[in-house]
Nanobody, 125 residues
Framework: QVQLVESGGGLVQAGGSLRLSCAAS????????AGWFRQAPGKEREFVAT????????YYADSVKGRFPISRDNAKNTVYLQMNSLKPKDPAVYYC??????????????????WGQGTQVTVSS
């Protein structure tokens, strides 16, 4: 069982940056591919970025490619989402997710077993 806790959300001006963190419980987190998703009011939860268990492979939604690098530190059981050049279209609740194993790039909500509680990101123009 893995528990995920996100942090780092908040209010930022358009063009600014935030770094989200996702702390995971469990001693074998390095074998868990992880991802970030977001959900705006009235919309479905959408894929943002994913990273392999080792951190050697990443994949991004087109809307954030080049702006939101994903990374992980398995020694700290933590996954990060560095959010740069934030735009008015980026506000949402951001969720961290993980799955037990696999080597593909997982971009669908149903491919993840574990979810955090979410952290709110707000962008002011």
């Amino acid at each position: 069982q893995v528990q995920l806790v996100e942090s780092g959300g908040g209010l930022v001006q358009a063009g600014g940056s935030l770094r989200l963190s996702c702390a995971a419980s469990g001693r074998t987190f390095s074998s868990y591919p992880a991802g970030w998703f977001r959900q705006a009011p009235g919309k479905e939860r959408e894929f943002v970025a994913t990273i392999s268990g080792s951190g050697g492979s990443t994949y991004y939604a087109d809307s954030v490619k080049g702006r939101f690098p994903i990374s992980r530190d398995n020694a700290k059981n933590t996954v990060y989402l560095q959010m740069n050049s934030l735009k008015p279209k980026d506000p949402a609740v951001y969720y961290c997710a993980a799955r037990s194993g696999g080597r593909s790039s997982y971009i669908n909500v149903g491919q993840y077993e574990y979810w955090g509680q979410g952290t709110q990101v707000t962008v002011s123009s």
